[in-house]
């Protein structure tokens, strides 16, 4: 049977450091004019999703999802180390995208 969850639900990822690392890294690379935070965030959790990479039982629907705060802090110390690496940047001019957000570009 099927279990529906109203609200937003956090789920969390199966994916180990370095996989996360390669899909943000694919996703920054394959946009030229910057990514930002939060399309990262979504676009990791559409491809687990896809994939089949999300912990917990298979017999629920979300009304929402979102990742959970432990794999955002993944996220975002990912996007540091590669900051540190010299492999992607802020873009700390954001006037230019839809929305007030932090957006980064391959370095």
Sequence with gaps: ????KLGTTALDLTY???E???KILNYVYAHDDGVGFRDI?????SQAQSE???YGPKDEVYQWESLSHMDVMRV?????QLIWKHRLVI????????????YFLRA
């Excluded at 049977?1 to 529906?4: A, G, L, Q, R």
């Excluded at 975002?76 to 540091?80: E, T």
């Design 41 to 45: 965030c979504a676009y990791i959790l």
């Design 52 to 54: 089949g990479r999300i």
């Design 1 to 4: 049977m099927t279990k529906i």
């Design 76 to 80: 975002d110390r990912i996007l540091w």
């Design 16 to 18: 180990a450091d370095d």
């Design 91 to 102: 873009d700390f001019d954001n006037s230019h995208y839809p929305t007030q957000d932090i």
């Design 20 to 22: 996360l690392r390669e």
